[in-house]
Structure formats: structure tokens, C-alpha cells
């Protein structure tokens, strides 16, 4: 096989509002509950699902992006999830999330 055909989110939108105030021991459950979907996926060998990590931009934007990171070994892909509004006039995707830019280039501590 040529690499994964399907791409999974265990914890989609991780840092929304309601999930962001949660206690710490609540965001430590989701995460150690996405490390157990990952560990299940590989010990069944299903090395076509690729798994992709994806908060709101506002986790890049706080820096509260790694609270909610699982670990470097369980995740395949780094996603962004953000929207066009109009009072940000439809913005280039580097002018909309360039906290997300940033942490991917190295170019910040985040």
C-alpha cells in the first residue's frame, strides 16, 4: 500500500470553548484517550489510517496548543480548523493563521 487511504480524528475541535475550561485531569483523560485509539490501531496493524490532530486556530493563537497535543508518536498530521468571516475580509490563509504558519516552520517557541 502506498501510504494511509484514510485520515481520523479521534478528539476533533480538542480546544473549543466548552473543552478549554475543562479541568486538567479531564484534558489529561483525552489525551490518554487518544493515545489508547492509536495504540489499538496499531496493534491491529491498520497502517492505512493516518492520524490527524486538529484544534481551532485559537490554539495556536493562545498558545494552548500543546495542553492539548497527545505526542509527537500519535500523531501523523497537524490541521488547523478556522473560518472566513467577513470582518476579516477573507484574508490569505497566512494573514487568517499565521500562529498555525509559525509553529509548523519552527519559527516560534509555541
Given amino acids: 500500500m502506498a501510504g494511509p487511504r484514510l485520515l481520523t480524528s479521534p ?10 475550561g475543562l479541568a486538567t485531569n479531564v484534558k489529561r483523560r483525552r489525551k490518554a484517550a487518544w493515545r489508547r485509539v492509536r495504540t489499538i490501531f496499531r496493534e491491529e496493524r491498520a497502517d492505512n489510517v493516518a492520524f490527524v490532530f486538529c484544534p481551532t486556530w485559537l490554539a495556536f493563537q493562545t498558545g494552548r496548543v500543546s495542553s ?4 509527537d508518536s500519535m500523531v501523523d498530521w497537524v490541521a488547523v480548523d478556522g473560518y472566513a468571516r467577513p470582518s476579516n475580509d477573507h484574508a490569505p490563509l497566512t494573514e487568517l493563521f499565521p500562529w498555525f504558519y509559525d509553529s509548523g516552520s519552527g519559527t516560534t517557541s509555541r
Avoid: E, K, L, N
Fill in 11 to 20: 478528539a476533533p475541535v480538542v480546544d473549543r470553548r466548552v473543552v478549554a
Fill in 68 to 71: 492539548f497535543w497527545p505526542g
